[in-house]
C-alpha cells in the first residue's frame, strides 16, 4: 500500500490487492469510521477530522480532483434489460402457435409454418457479438444470421437453457442461475450436478428432482444434448439430429451444444482458441444444414452471450461476508444475498461503496418487480423465496464475484449472467429446407 497525502486532512491510499483493500476497508469500520464518498474505483471514508480514499487504481501524483479522474476512467458497457416481448421464449411461442398449443408468451414473427419440421439449435455462449466478432460475413452462420433477440434474465446456461426448453421464464421454473440454496439440506447446490460448488462433493439432491418441468414440444418432440461425462465432438450431437430428422414421429427437436462457451471461459471471448472453435463449428453446420430433410425449418440461436472479465475475490471481503446468513449464490455475475435481519442498511452501504460501477444492488422483490427474472403476471415459483434470498446484485461491467474459495483458483477469462449487451443480445439463424 502506498499513501499520498493530498491535503491537511485528506489521504489517498493506493492499495495492491483487493485483499488489502477489503481488509482495510474492515478495519477503518471496526475503528470506528463513517462511510463517506464512494464512486467508481475509490471508496472515501472518514474518521474523526479526516478523510481517506481507498483505491486499487495508480494515479500519479494525487490531488484533490482523484476522485473525479477515478470516475473518468470508468469503461461503461452498454446495458441491455430483459425484455420478454422479444427473448427466444417468444419463438418457443410461436413454435408451440403453430402446432396449435397455448402460448406463454407474445409470439415472434419468424414465419413459421406446420407442414415444416422443426430444430432448435442452441450454441452455449454464442451471443451476437461473439458471431459478428468471430466469424467473417461468408461464413454460414453469418449468411443466415435473420435479427437479434434478448436472452432472458440472468443470462446464463443452468436458466437460459431451461426457459428454451420450457418456453417460461426463470421466476416460473425457479431454474435463476447456477448453483442455489436448498433449505432441506442447508447447502448451496449446483442444479445441474447436485454437487457442491465449492468442494465438488455429491448431495444427491439436483434441480432435476426439486425443480422437475416438461419440455415446450411435449409429445411431438425429442431433446438431443451432449453426453455430458465425455468430450462430445458437435458432428456427434449433428449425427444424432439427422437421424431424427428423418422420423415421420418427430415434428421437433430441441438441440444443445456445449460450444463455444467452454472454450470461451478459459480462453477469453475474442481469443484465437475461441476464433478456431467457431470456424470448426461453422463447418459443420454448414454441411449439417445441407443434408436435412425437405421441409426443415432450422433455428440456430444461443442461451447467452459472453464478455471478457476479470475476477474480484468477494469471498475475501470480510465486512461483506460478516452480515450474511450464509455464503452467497445462484451465479457469478448475478449473485443472490440472505441478509442478517437488522443489518439491510448497513449491507446496502457497503455494497454500494465497494463495487459501485461494477454492480447494482437490488431488493429482491424490487428485481422481480421490474422484470428481471420473467415477465409481469408470470407465477413465481416457491423455490425463488430461498433462491433470490433478501438482495440480488447484477453484473454491469467487466467483473465477476469469486464468492466461494476454493483450494484450488480457477479463473474465468470470459464470463456471463449480467446484463451488458455481449451477454444478453443472442442470434437468430435460421435455414428453410
Request: glycine fraction near 6%.
Amino acid at each position: 500500500m502506498k499513501c499520498f497525502q493530498m491535503e491537511k486532512n485528506i489521504q489517498y491510499w493506493e492499495m495492491e490487492s483487493y485483499e488489502e483493500l477489503f481488509d482495510t476497508f474492515a478495519d477503518f469500520l471496526k475503528d470506528g469510521a463513517d462511510i463517506g464518498d464512494f464512486g467508481f474505483g475509490f471508496t472515501e471514508l472518514i474518521k474523526e477530522d479526516k478523510k481517506y480514499i481507498l483505491s486499487l487504481e495508480h494515479i500519479d501524483n494525487p490531488d484533490k480532483t482523484v476522485k473525479q479522474k477515478l470516475i473518468q476512467s470508468e469503461r461503461k458497457c452498454n446495458i441491455v434489460y430483459p425484455d420478454y416481448t422479444d427473448t427466444f421464449l417468444n419463438v418457443i411461442s410461436e413454435i408451440r402457435k403453430v402446432y396449435g398449443k397455448p402460448t406463454y408468451y407474445p409470439c415472434s414473427e419468424l414465419g413459421l409454418e406446420k407442414d415444416h419440421k422443426i430444430i432448435i439449435l442452441v450454441l452455449d455462449g454464442l451471443g451476437e457479438n461473439i458471431l459478428k466478432k468471430n466469424l467473417g460475413e461468408d461464413s454460414f452462420l453469418r449468411t443466415c444470421y435473420v435479427r437479434s433477440v434478448h436472452s432472458i434474465f440472468p443470462s446464463t446456461t443452468a436458466a437460459a437453457t431451461t426457459a428454451i426448453k420450457t418456453g417460461k421464464s426463470p421466476i416460473v421454473t425457479g431454474w435463476t442461475g447456477w448453483e442455489n440454496y436448498i433449505k432441506e439440506i442447508n447447502r448451496n447446490v449446483v442444479l445441474f450436478t447436485g454437487n457442491i460448488y465449492q468442494t465438488g462433493e455429491s448431495t444427491g439432491v439436483s434441480g432435476y428432482h426439486i425443480l422437475p418441468y416438461t419440455m415446450f414440444y411435449e409429445e411431438k418432440g425429442i431433446c438431443v444434448e451432449p453426453d455430458f461425462s465425455k468430450k462430445e465432438k458437435l458432428n456427434s450431437i449433428l449425427k444424432r439430429s439427422l437421424k431424427y430428422n428423418q422420423k415421420t414421429d418427430v415434428l421437433i427437436q430441441y438441440v444443445y451444444y456445449t460450444e463455444p462457451d467452454s472454450t470461451m471461459h478459459k480462453y477469453g471471448a475474442y481469443s484465437k482458441e475461441a476464433k478456431d472453435i467457431l470456424k470448426r463449428m461453422d463447418d459443420d453446420l454448414r454441411n449439417y444444414a445441407k443434408r436435412l430433410k425437405e421441409n426443415t425449418t432450422l433455428i440456430i440461436t444461443a442461451d447467452h452471450g459472453h464478455i471478457d472479465v476479470e475476477p474480484i475475490p468477494l469471498f475475501a471481503c470480510g465486512a461483506i461476508m460478516e452480515l450474511l446468513n450464509r455464503v452467497p449464490s445462484n451465479d457469478s455475475r448475478c449473485l443472490t444475498f440472505s441478509v442478517r435481519k437488522g443489518k439491510e442498511k448497513e449491507f446496502e452501504m457497503r455494497f454500494k461503496a465497494l463495487f459501485y460501477g461494477k454492480y447494482n444492488l437490488y431488493k429482491t422483490e424490487e428485481a422481480i418487480a421490474l422484470g428481471f427474472f420473467g415477465k409481469k403476471g408470470d407465477s413465481i415459483n416457491e423455490r425463488c423465496k430461498d433462491f433470490l434470498a433478501d438482495y440480488v446484485a447484477i453484473a454491469i461491467s467487466k467483473y465477476y464475484f469469486e464468492y466461494v474459495e476454493k483450494k484450488e483458483r480457477h479463473l474465468f477469462k470470459s464470463h456471463h449472467a449480467g446484463i451488458t449487451q455481449d451477454e444478453m443480445l443472442v442470434p437468430i439463424c435460421m435455414v428453410k429446407r
